[in-house]
T-cell receptor
Framework: QVQFVESGGGVVQPGGSLRLSCAASGFTFSSYGMHWVRQAPGKGLEWVAFIGSDGSNKYYADSVKGRFTISRDNSKNTVYLQMNSLRPEDTALYYCAKDRGMATISFDYWGQGTLGTVSS | DIQMTQSPSSLSASVGDRVTITCRASLNIARYLNWYHQKPGKAPKLLIYAASTLQSGVPSRFSGSGSGTDFTLTISSLQPEDFATYYC?????????FGQGTKLEIK
């Protein structure tokens, strides 16, 4: 079955960096786009970034553009989120999610999330 | 950016009730609309994509309708496992915004 193992979360000071990883299994990883979605404590969902199946297409939310970078390594079935210049408002549970891969974008499988906390 | 507005923000209902949640987009998104629900401490789950197509494995008591700017999610007969927070999401533009959520609680 489809599974994700997310890692890399932790506590960092404002202005610091974190690198999140999401290792996937149970499907042909190189055939699907992947997303990161975050959820601040007690808040709703916020889409963060998308990367196409071969890594050529990348999109970002305005709130993270220029600070976050999404990438993938299809040989390791892993997607990454490099987060720089972190702000307290970036504190959230970060989920990786698989794109359903058909004509319309939707997220059909999700990881359990990794928590990133930005605090001095 | 496309703004997604859900109503109501919260809703109390009983097992067996028929429930409708509404989602409005700030501009025409055709049928590029998805619905998810999320239970406390769990990851979201895809229920419906492309406004009305049921995701595999989702019970048929869930249905979606609408196009353009106005969409609805209907649960025909609430079950205990349906009490959760529901989110709509647009996939028309590559900033895949979510609605603010509708918390469905037991009356």
């Amino acid at each position: 079955q489809v599974q994700f193992v997310e890692s890399g979360g932790g506590v960092v000071q404002p202005g610091g960096s974190l690198r999140l990883s999401c290792a996937a299994s149970g499907f042909t990883f190189s055939s699907y786009g992947m997303h990161w979605v975050r959820q601040a404590p007690g808040k709703g969902l916020e889409w963060v970034a998308f990367i196409g199946s071969d890594g050529s297409n990348k999109y970002y939310a305005d709130s993270v553009k220029g600070r976050f970078t999404i990438s993938r390594d299809n040989s390791k079935n892993t997607v990454y989120l490099q987060m720089n210049s972190l702000r307290p408002e970036d504190t959230a549970l970060y989920y990786c999610a698989k794109d359903r891969g058909m004509a319309t974008i939707s997220f059909d499988y999700w990881g359990q999330g990794t928590l990133g906390t930005v605090s001095s | 950016d496309i703004q997604m507005t859900q109503s109501p923000s919260s809703l109390s209902a009983s097992v067996g009730d028929r429930v409708t949640i509404t989602c409005r987009a700030s501009l025409n998104i055709a049928r590029y609309l998805n619905w998810y629900h999320q239970k406390p401490g769990k990851a979201p789950k895809l229920l419906i994509y492309a406004a009305s197509t049921l995701q595999s494995g989702v019970p048929s008591r869930f249905s979606g309708s609408g196009s353009g700017t106005d969409f609805t999610l209907t649960i025909s007969s609430l079950q205990p496992e349906d009490f959760a927070t529901y989110y709509c999401q647009q996939s028309y533009s590559a900033l895949y915004t979510f609605g603010q959520g509708t918390k469905l609680e037991i009356k």
